[in-house]
Structure formats: structure tokens, C-alpha cells
């Protein structure tokens, strides 16, 4: 089982970037497909983005062309750089993991979750 552990949230005004990152334990990034939800409040959690095991990467309608997702083997991490943040990006951010033969799109794939960290983009 892997242990993953969100950093980078905070606060930042609209038309800003963060830089989210995901550090797993207990096995390593490059066994697992890796991907990026979010959840705000009274919402369902949402896809943003994952990359699988052999590195295909996909993203969700809302924030195509402005996130990329990328994966760090050495360093066991996961990155979600966000640029031109909306404030409809404002939400918790959870990173998860899966098994390395499957490809996130849904929370249904996931088998390991983060505990999340907030988002919030002022307008």
C-alpha cells in the first residue's frame, strides 16, 4: 500500500499558478498510475489529471491546457503545476494512486488516496 502526502495549497489570485506536490511512501510512484481530484464544497470530487504507469497522461475538460501533470521517479513524487487559475479552481486537491496496469478517470479507479490540501483563487 502506498502513502501519499499533498503539499503546495494555498492561496493566489486569479490569472496565478501553484505548483502541487505529491510524495509517496511506502512503494514507489513509477509502480502505480498517479493522478490529481479535487472536491469543492457541496461538489462531487472531480478529475483534473493522471498519468499511468507507462507515462500516457490525460486531463479533464476544465483544465486542459492549463495544468500539467508530471511524475518525478527519483524523487517518489508526483507534480500538478496550475497556471491561469480561475476561481472555479478553488477546491481541495487530493492526489491518488492505482494499480500500475490501470488508468485513472474516476474515483472508481482509485485505490489510495492523499488527505488533500485547499485551493483558493480570489477573483
Known amino acids: 500500500q502506498v502513502q501519499l502526502v499533498e503539499s503546495g495549497g494555498g492561496l493566489v489570485q486569479a490569472g496565478g499558478s501553484l505548483r502541487l506536490s505529491c510524495a509517496a511512501s511506502?512503494?514507489?510512484?513509477?509502480?502505480?498510475?498517479m493522478g490529481w481530484f479535487r472536491q469543492a464544497p457541496g461538489k462531487e470530487r472531480e478529475f483534473v489529471a493522471s498519468?499511468?504507469?507507462?507515462?500516457?497522461?490525460y486531463y479533464g475538460e476544465s483544465v486542459k491546457g492549463r495544468f500539467t501533470i508530471s511524475r518525478d521517479n527519483a524523487k517518489n513524487t508526483v507534480y500538478l503545476q496550475m497556471n491561469s487559475l480561475k476561481p472555479e479552481d478553488t477546491a481541495v486537491y487530493y492526489c491518488?494512486?492505482?494499480?500500475?496496469?490501470?488508468?485513472?478517470?474516476?474515483?472508481?479507479?482509485?485505490?489510495?488516496w492523499g488527505q488533500g490540501t485547499q485551493v483558493t483563487v480570489s477573483s
Open positions: 498519468i499511468t504507469w507507462s507515462g500516457n497522461i
Open positions: 511506502g512503494r514507489t510512484v513509477s509502480s502505480y498510475a
Open positions: 491518488a494512486a492505482a494499480q500500475r496496469w490501470t488508468t485513472i478517470l474516476s474515483t472508481a479507479d482509485v485505490s489510495s
